[in-house]
């Protein structure tokens, strides 16, 4: 990531459990080449409906094979980048 990028996303003031990544000025996702794979399948599968276009999630539930180590932004922080 680029610094200059990073210094934007750790100054922007967010809302508890609001994702460390998100980008609020751009209203966009930060990292979005590099985004999890429960972010790619987010919105697509019947357990991971976004309220903004539900009727898109129309796949099976999402094929997890791992369990999650945490939250953005609440277990993961910038300092453990
Ligand atoms: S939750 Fe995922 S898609 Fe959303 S901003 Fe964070 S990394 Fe990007």
Known sequence: ???????ELE???RLYGTCMFYDLDRDQCGIHA?????????GYHKDLVCFRKPELATKEP??????HIGYLSIDITWKDF
Not at 1 to 7: Q, Y
Not at 62 to 67: D, E, G, I, N
Request: charged fraction near 40%; proline fraction near 16%; include cysteine.
């Open 11 to 13: 100054k922007q003031p």
């Open 1 to 7: 990531m680029p610094r200059k990028l990073r210094d």
């Open 34 to 42: 590099a985004r999890p794979d429960i972010c790619r399948m987010f």
């Open 62 to 67: 999402a094929p997890l094979k791992q369990k």
